[in-house]
């Protein structure tokens, strides 16, 4: 158990050691415990975090709020749009003074190319934690419930395999960051990592290079497959969602066009047929429902979408507790 | 005293026994003078409520978000428009995954043919108690602090006459929920129950009939009368407001025509003297003022709103804390 | 050291003592220093406040937010554009009905002519304190926390220079209420207050005029200047913004051409190298950076700017702490 947190940012995984994340593992199943037993747990008493969010979400507003309340302290809902952020601010300006009135500071803004350069400008100028919650090119708390889910699902996640697939959505170019920190984090914990994508889908390279040299030294693999079918099987755990095509091109109307050529990347019972027999489905949701995933497989018996979507909760008290205390 | 009803939805106070309801108003009398005299009453200390709101609000916003706050918990406030519910989410996600974050969720959703569906789909997949902060059938704390008020102002409810009156507004086609929910309850607490209003804003046939019902269980009475000036002759509380033809029409433009008609049925001091001597007039706010009521009766001797206003309070912490805890 | 401010609203400065506003100062400091120890100051625990804001801001926000929360309250943050607020609901009601729900109700409305008349019409109504988040008139929490900040760095202020002092900026017509607020609290500390402005750019008559009694009363000296070089020359505290010739016109083009005229005035290091050598320069922030001020001045070894923001939540904590516990 590290004890050693207080204060860091959580931007990227990378960033932490493995002790680390298996101390926030051990935390947030703990608190997760404490919550079903109504034991008190209010380690942020009257401590503040602000929440600054560039672009709307649920799940995501929601289990940070929650956490942070349930641990004794405030969260504050920072919407861009009810704010004059960026109407003057700098992002030292943010990250100075928000990090003198606040006790941490989280923050989601995915925009392509801009994201993580405001959140890292913020995190350099705050005295307080940076959390972040979800940018271009990361999402790390989501990865952190992920990897929670698999943990209680799976046991030890060491030389399991997980899918870390695309897959078609026609509703908007999504963000790149989930698949991203996933494949960033399975292969430390020394999975079997697959990532499963059409040609024009592709990671960001040095993201890809961080993968396969964390395999390398935690006794996983890491391959990258462009054969969904193949991708399934015999996985332990198959997490498809879709992507833009961000790394070709960030129009939305020429991305749909490409997306559009992958029409019958979804995840219905054949397929997940071809996966392990015990093997879990996992989304981070929103999903396209019956273009992503069938409701058959969503609401199916392989599904833990919803168990995965408490985690966010309790992983993320974790991480709170321990940067911000 | 009733102590059974953790965890239950406060969707409409008809799902509440009788017992149930005298309970609420017990501790919403405590809590009242708990707050007045400072006594600490946190009962919900460190849980979450998540207070999704689809349509905006002053009363409703206010009294939720403070009553919460005082319990010692924390409300999230989540406007429709800064987060991406009703954005891919189903209500089942939303109560599946909200029920795990928060230990209630609160909604005002008043579309009409909507809200209460929305509500009741996510109270179904919701672990953790859901409340109703408004929706097209029903407004059910709103009648909890008019019963409270009427209590406090009045004594035992039995045998007094409440008129539950439409009146004239010019600014929107008001919902429909407030004059069920006081039909619903009014007889049920063995009050002598006149709804008044022209012949094209009905309510829904099978709410009037439970009150009908619920009148002849609770040795009260239930009538219906077209008449403005003869509703209000001899009444003990004049519950006057406007609410929308929508049984006939939900079209604004169709609905403002007959309305229209009615400009005629604002409560003044000569219809108001009509009444008993020491009648209330009673209104939820806001009221379209010298429009629905003049502002002799508002701000006059007879009237009762900010007391009525302030029970929301009151009424709803009680709701709160007994199901919450 | 004073003990009546229960319940006081803080709408002006000019309605509190000398030595009330020295009790402020004084809270102020102890609670910046218990949050730097971590020593617990929860002096209002489960109280709520109401942050109505009718116009977006960063600092002020976050500073109430934060302090309100750090006191162990809820702050309730009410955004005019998610509420129905201004839509039926009059000062008497929200005042009236706020009042019972909140334990203090903070207001920010700048708009010219009718901000400080909402204020003072809510706070008629409200049995719970109202504080002035900034109105068109006046901005007594900004300047609360710069006179925390000259005590700070200059220790008594009685003698020392200050030049208010008006700067181009481009971005839009800014409201008068922090130069009006400055020259009322800087002459009761017996500062030297020299007011620096192109003629266009006057402040209220009556309000130059308390602040010209203020400096008889305490010792101090008022004086106004249209040169703005001669206006620094020697001055200890240089406090240079923008505002909009309000007085003259209201309109946005018409402000503008009159603004343009004067590009000139900007904090460049030539003209800070006039005031003493010791001098600090103020900014309540954001400044239009290299037009109201050069980035070498910002961000300067004169500046005090991010102390001077960290002192609004010390500042409005001790407010807060006096009048809403």
């Known amino acids: 158990m ?8 959580m931007i990227t995984t990378q960033e932490w050691t493995k002790d680390q994340i298996d101390t926030i593992m051990e935390v947030a199943m703990d608190l997760k415990k404490k919550r079903a037993l109504g034991i008190p747990h209010a380690y942020l008493r009257d401590k503040v975090l602000a929440m600054m969010f560039f672009f709307s979400s649920t799940r995501t507003r929601g289990s940070f709020e929650a956490g ?24 030292k300006e943010i990250g100075d003074i928000f990090g003198r009135y606040f006790d941490g500071i989280a923050i989601r803004e995915v925009t392509w190319g801009q994201g993580n350069k405001y959140i890292r400008g913020v995190a350099e100028a705050s ?22 889910t698999i943990i209680e699902k ?41 990532l499963v994508r059409p040609p024009e ?32 099987a015999g996985s332990d755990v198959i997490y498809a969602k879709s992507w833009g095509p961000l790394l070709v091109t960030a129009d939305p109307e020429e991305g749909k066009a490409i997306t559009d050529k992958y029409k019958d ?17 996992m989304h981070p949701l929103p999903a396209d429902r019956d273009i992503e995933v069938t409701s058959a497989v969503l609401d199916g018996p392989h599904s833990v979408v919803f168990d995965q979507a408490e985690n966010r909760l309790h992983a993320q008290k974790a991480v709170m507790a321990l940067t911000m205390s």
């Open 265 to 281: 990347w979804i995840t219905d019972e054949r397929r997940i047929a071809m996966a392990a027999e015990d093997a879990i489905y």
């Open 154 to 194: 799976k046991g030890d996640p060491r030389g399991k395999t997980i899918t870390v697939s695309w897959a078609y959505a026609s509703s908007y170019l999504k963000p790149i960051s989930v698949p991203q920190s996933l494949i960033l984090l399975a292969t430390r914990f020394g999975m079997n990592v697959r």
């Open 68 to 91: 942070m309340a349930q641990l004794g302290g405030h969260p504050a809902f920072i919407d861009s749009r009810t704010t004059q952020i960026k109407h003057g601010d700098t992002t």
């Open 201 to 232: 889908f592709k990671l960001m390279p040095d993201i890809v290079q961080q993968a396969r040299d964390n395999a390398r030294k935690h006794h996983g693999s890491f391959e990258i497959m462009e054969d969904f079918e193949a991708g399934m």
């Open 127 to 148: 005295r307080a934690p940076v959390l972040n919650m979800q940018c271009d090119i990361y999402h790390p708390h989501q990865i952190l419930a992920d990897l929670m």
């Open 2 to 9: 590290q004890t050693n947190m207080r204060g860091m940012d």
